[in-house]
């Protein structure tokens, strides 16, 4: 029977467990790839476009069914045979991309964007590569930061995919070389729940456990751009070593602060954007700082103190722009994985800057925002990504918005 537009295909109700083959299509946010079975739509883990697979349904709610790909009966191109043992259907969650190659990877993260832009932002024209970062370009032993949680053996792993079961793995390739030297996974935790390892710069490890501090110091050293922080294990530092030196150009060349400008960096961790736009608007120039976290705080304060023109500010973004009364020529806005949401969108486009660069790790929080930009008044003008998180669904992309009267190519 073929179905006409507008006639929805009959569902007959699928189940944990059942299995089928289905023709694996486009890929959606968060790891998944559509599939259409029963007339249900699939979010099937394990997959590529293009790719004939049998799958296994593992999550049926009233809102998504959730499959996993057990067996390729046709592959793709882009397959290959993951480096590690435990990325698989029924093994550890945290890599969603083993199984594709580097390049590939990149092309579907970029679709990803792009969709959510055009879904969420009402932009569907948006031309946006995903780009590697200075690393050795296998994807693997980036992770300075790995958090294991500690089975009822005493056992640290890593979680199985949406679930609070520990997959007692024997190391993670993605950690870096400093956290795989420790050998967490073979050492006993009896009584705790969570192992954290956090490496800096210097190749040093700290080891957290339930939230003390085990092992190591309790601020690790970062350098970016030949300036250095003393980091708290407690504060906000991105994990791929490359990641915070990447987004620092690219937050630079989308705002281009200028000598005597006045700059906001809200959610600004320990100041690394305010650091930079610091040396950019000079010493007749202002950065306001906005972070909520103490212990971000103390290490900005530690770090920034010889730049006199940034004024760190220990608060929640929305009540310090609800209070601030000046016009920025500029602002940095890197929220966490939410987004900004609408009363920060609107708080900042009130106070009209010349352009925000918005720093996002989640595609569709960005477009969200971006909408409201939009509503507010401000247009997406340039917006680039990385790849931050090799092996994952996860990307990073760096933002300008513009107010809707300048003229810029992407609109
Ligand atoms: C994605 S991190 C960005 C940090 C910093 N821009 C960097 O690149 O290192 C987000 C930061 O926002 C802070 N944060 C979360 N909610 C906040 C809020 N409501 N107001 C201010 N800061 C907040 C977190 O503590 C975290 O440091």
Do not use: N
């Given at each position: 029977m073929t179905i006409g537009a507008g006639v929805r295909p009959v569902k007959t109700p699928v189940h944990v467990g059942d299995r089928a083959i289905v023709d694996i299509g486009t890929i959606a946010h968060g790891g998944h790839f559509i599939a259409h079975l029963s007339g249900h739509t699939v979010f099937v883990r394990h997959a590529l476009p293009g790719e004939r697979a049998r799958i296994v349904i593992t999550d049926v709610s009233s809102k998504i069914v959730r499959a996993d790909?057990?067996?390729?009966?046709e592959a793709s191109p882009d397959r290959v045979a993951p480096?590690?043992?435990?990325?698989?259907?029924?093994?550890?969650?945290?890599?969603?991309?083993?199984?594709?190659?580097r390049s590939a990877q990149l092309v579907l993260k970029g679709q990803v964007v792009r969709d959510a832009l055009a879904r969420?932002?009402?932009?569907?024209?948006i031309d946006v590569q995903v780009e590697a970062l200075n690393?050795?370009?296998?994807?693997?032993?980036?992770?300075t930061r790995v958090r294991w949680t500690v089975n009822g053996d005493g056992r640290p792993g890593l979680l199985a995919y949406r679930t609070h079961d520990v997959v007692p793995v024997?190391?993670?390739?993605?950690?870096s070389p400093g956290i795989v030297e420790l050998g967490i996974p073979q050492t006993r935790h009896t009584g705790t729940t969570e192992v954290s390892t956090i490496e800096g710069d210097e190749g040093r490890v700290s080891v957290v456990v339930d939230g003390r501090?085990?092992?190591?110091?309790?601020r690790t050293d970062q350098r970016v751009r030949g300036r250095d922080w003393r980091v708290d294990v407690a504060s906000f530092w991105?994990?791929?070593?490359r990641a915070a030196d990447t987004l620092v150009s690219a937050v630079l060349e989308a705002g281009r602060p200028a000598p005597g400008e006045h700059w906001w960096d809200l959610?600004?961790?320990?100041?690394v954007f305010s650091a930079f736009l610091a040396e950019e608007v000079g010493v007749t120039g202002v950065v306001h700082a906005v972070e909520s976290g103490s212990s971000a705080v103390r290490d900005a304060r530690r770090s920034l103190h010889?730049?006199?023109?940034v004024t760190l500010h220990h608060d929640n973004a929305l009540r310090w722009l609800r209070a601030a009364d000046e016009r920025p020529d500029g602002v940095v806005l890197d929220p966490p994985r939410?987004?900004?949401?609408r009363d920060v969108v609107q708080a900042i486009a009130g106070a009209g800057p010349r352009v925000v660069v918005y720093v996002a790790c989640d595609p569709v929080a960005l477009a969200r925002d971006v909408a409201l930009f939009a509503s507010a008044?401000?247009?997406?003008?340039e917006l680039r990504a990385f790849?931050?998180?090799?092996?994952?669904?996860h990307v990073e992309t760096v933002g300008a918005l513009i107010p809707v009267t300048l003229a810029h190519p992407i609109s």
């Open positions: 790909a057990i067996e390729i009966l480096p590690c043992a435990w990325a698989r259907p029924d093994g550890c969650g945290g890599c969603d991309f083993q199984h594709v190659e969420h932002a009402g932009l569907p024209e690393d050795d370009g296998s994807g693997l032993h980036w992770r024997d190391k993670c390739l993605l950690a501090l085990a092992s190591g110091k309790q991105q994990v791929h070593p959610y600004s961790g320990v100041g010889d730049l006199g023109q939410a987004g900004a949401g008044g401000y247009r997406l003008a790849d931050t998180f090799p092996m994952t669904h």
